[in-house]
């Protein structure tokens, strides 16, 4: 009796060690991996929570940082206007046949432009400087164009070096101011 009783001692030791390793192990780790699911699913639940009690306050800088970009960008000359009365100059020298070999306003003059708050009442002038080559009654023509036009606000100075027969390309500088913003391309 005593070998039997040990015989089922030992097999229910097999089988307390078999359910224990077959079946307790498996379900336990099962139960530890959902919980650690769980734990990460509350964290990504409490982040959530967090960045959306937050997006107020993103949206609003957001809104401020645009408004604060759309100052900045007021503040900086009509790069466009420029560009768009560089174009116009050259048309109408190039109608007149009359070369435009240099256009340039002065350094200085972009940056104040750029330093400035504009106004938007106020205008924005600009001194442009014209090196060109031609003819003398083509280069009166383009004056007399440029000087209808809409951006035209002024001769500071004209200079002419050449011959006085008019033989060949007489070298021109024209000086004037330019009104930023109301030169409009012709579509």
Same mark, same amino acid.
């Given at each position: 009796?005593?070998?039997?009783?040990?015989?089922?001692?030992?097999?229910?030791?097999?089988?307390?060690?078999?359910?224990?390793?077959?079946?307790?192990?498996?379900?336990?780790?099962?139960?530890?991996?959902?919980?650690?699911?769980?734990?990460?699913?509350?964290?990504?639940?409490?982040?959530?929570?967090?960045?959306?009690?937050?997006?107020?306050?993103?949206?609003?800088?957001?809104?401020?940082?645009?408004?604060?970009?759309?100052?900045?960008?007021?503040?900086?000359?009509?790069?466009? *206007?420029?560009? #768009? /009365?560089?174009?116009?100059?050259? +048309?109408?020298?190039?109608?007149?046949?009359?070369?435009?070999?240099? %256009? @340039?306003?002065?350094?200085?003059?972009?940056?104040?432009?750029?330093?400035?708050?504009?106004?938007?009442?106020?205008?924005?002038?600009?001194?442009?400087?014209?090196?060109?080559?031609?003819?003398?009654? *083509?280069?009166? #023509? /383009?004056?007399?164009?440029?000087? +209808?036009?809409?951006?035209?606000?002024?001769?500071?100075?004209?200079? %002419? @070096?050449?011959?006085?027969?008019?033989?060949?390309?007489?070298?021109?500088?024209?000086?004037?101011?330019?009104?930023?913003?109301?030169?409009?391309?012709?579509?």
């Amino acid at each position: 009796m005593k070998a039997r009783l040990i015989s089922y001692a030992v097999a229910a030791s097999a089988l307390a060690g078999l359910w224990f390793f077959l079946l307790f192990t498996p379900l336990h780790k099962e139960r530890a991996s959902i919980a650690v699911q769980t734990e990460e699913a509350r964290q990504q639940l409490d982040d959530f929570k967090r960045i959306m009690s937050e997006l107020p306050r993103i949206l609003k800088m957001q809104k401020s940082l645009e408004a604060q970009r759309s100052t900045l960008n007021s503040r900086l000359y009509a790069k466009e *206007d420029i560009l #768009r /009365l560089f174009r116009q100059l050259y +048309q109408q020298a190039e109608s007149k046949n009359v070369a435009i070999t240099e %256009i @340039s306003p002065p350094i200085e003059e972009l940056l104040y432009l750029n330093s400035i708050i504009p106004d938007s009442n106020q205008a924005q002038f600009l001194n442009i400087t014209l090196k060109l080559e031609g003819g003398y009654i *083509d280069f009166g #023509r /383009l004056v007399s164009v440029v000087e +209808q036009s809409d951006y035209f606000r002024g001769i500071n100075g004209c200079r %002419i @070096s050449g011959a006085k027969t008019g033989d060949g390309d007489i070298q021109f500088l024209l000086n004037f101011n330019a009104l930023l913003g109301c030169s409009k391309e012709k579509a």
